[in-house]
């Protein structure tokens, strides 16, 4: 749940930045694990049928490619729709990067045609971390970033 005072703060932060490219994506990335609730956040980007582990800030993780398909992220892709996932533990498709998080959220981003390059990826420590309200301060910080890929 984000309030609109913190979605336009971080939206206002990244669209005045003068960075572009991975320098955007990181401080995106940044600005939203200050976020109480967003316990992982990265991003991952579309190369073909494989998303490939872009910008993060968070532990570590081993599932640095993920098929189109497998787990949440990949089943973003493949049904071609964000995901918000209330408690990961009644999910048969998903792939543990923590054993900690119990609810996750996937958003594409989106080049201006509709094409995906990638997607925003959190993970939160606690059931039903993340709403619609989250959902629409990623598509807008996914559209920011998208506007500036390279
Ligand atoms: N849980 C994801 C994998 C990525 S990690 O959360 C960083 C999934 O099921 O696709």
Redesign the pocket.
């Known amino acids: 749940m984000i309030d609109s005072n913190t979605s336009e703060r971080i939206l206002s932060t990244l669209r005045e930045s003068l960075l572009s490219g991975a320098a955007l994506r990181q401080r995106a990335m940044q600005l939203l694990d200050e976020l109480p609730e967003y316990d992982?956040s990265?991003i991952y980007q579309l190369e073909g049928d494989m998303l490939v582990l872009d910008e993060y800030v968070g532990a570590e993780?081993n599932?640095t490619h993920?098929p189109v398909g497998r787990?949440?992220?990949?089943t973003a892709v493949a049904e071609d729709r964000n995901q918000v996932i209330e408690d990961v533990r009644n999910l048969d498709n998903?792939?543990?990067?923590s054993t900690s998080?119990r609810s996750?959220i996937v958003v594409l981003i989106r080049d201006v045609s509709g094409t995906v390059l990638g997607q925003i990826?959190i993970?939160g420590h606690n059931v039903g971390a993340f709403d619609a309200s989250d959902e629409a301060l990623l598509e807008a910080t996914g559209a920011v970033l998208a506007e500036r890929w390279q």
Do not use: L, M, N
């Not at 787990?71 to 990949?74: I, L, Q, R, Y």
């Not at 998903?94 to 990067?97: F, G, R």
């Open positions: 992982w990265g993780t599932h993920i787990g949440v992220c990949g998903y792939i543990a990067c998080t996750e990826d993970d």
